[in-house]
């Protein structure tokens, strides 16, 4: 026997396919920014070219909707109806036992369960808060690169913008030790992340074929089914 357990709302569905989707343009655009390595194949005059401006927009549109969603994701952390993640941060005894039990399961193929799978556990919501921590880093960096490309201290939209980017993101050339620093974690981080999503991807796989529970139908209809004993 089986019940159906709610596990995410149609908004947090949304964000996740949002966050997936900008990401993938980011890395995508990103790389191309890094090493244009296809515009050269494209049979028109140079003068028509503006594969890299395509690029670049797409970029900083995509860096935009994963600023915005931090920040969205950042409030339902605390302010969910749903369910509130920041409790699951708390390292009290249960979400620590939680951690180590869900981490047991993973590493003994489902030879040891003693958690509860109808909710959120301790280990996926660390190992979330960790990706929107690489993207928050990616955010910093990557407007630090951005702004440095505005010297003059003007913008289209006034000189306030520069401004504000360079006290928001200037603390990134002390500690890394200048723009190259900073590009280097950047691209460095987009690998971390990278390798993050296969983690991701394949342990929700993992957790469907093992616990027999749905867990990969939630981010497409929100419910997954828990095993009633």
Request: proline content about 3%; overall charge positive; cysteine-free.
């Amino acid at each position: 026997m089986y019940k159906k357990v709610k596990r995410m709302t149609a908004s947090m569905r949304i964000y996740h396919w949002a966050n997936a989707i900008a990401i993938v343009v980011a890395v995508i655009t990103g790389l191309y920014i890094a090493d244009p390595y296809y515009q050269a194949k494209i049979a028109e005059p140079a003068a028509f070219k503006y594969i890299m401006a395509y690029n670049r927009i797409l970029h900083f549109i995509s860096a935009i909707i994963l600023d915005v969603l931090f920040i969205v994701i950042a409030y339902l952390y605390f302010f969910s109806r749903f369910e509130k993640p920041y409790k699951k941060l708390i390292p009290n005894y249960q979400n620590v036992k939680e951690f180590v039990e869900v981490f047991l399961n993973l590493i003994t193929l489902n030879r040891r369960k003693n958690f509860d799978t109808s909710h959120s556990d301790s280990f996926n919501v660390v190992w979330f808060t960790i990706l929107h921590l690489l993207l928050l880093l990616m955010l910093f960096t990557g407007f630090q690169m951005y702004v440095a490309g505005l010297a003059h201290g003007t913008s289209s939209i006034g000189p306030w913008w520069p401004w504000l980017l360079h006290v928001a993101t200037d603390w990134t050339l002390y500690v890394f030790g200048g723009l190259h620093g900073v590009r280097i974690v950047h691209h460095l981080t987009m690998w971390i992340i990278l390798a993050w999503v296969m983690f991701h991807i394949y342990y929700q796989v993992w957790r469907t074929i093992f616990w027999r529970e749905g867990d990969i139908a939630i981010v497409f209809g929100g419910y997954k089914f828990k095993k009633i004993k």
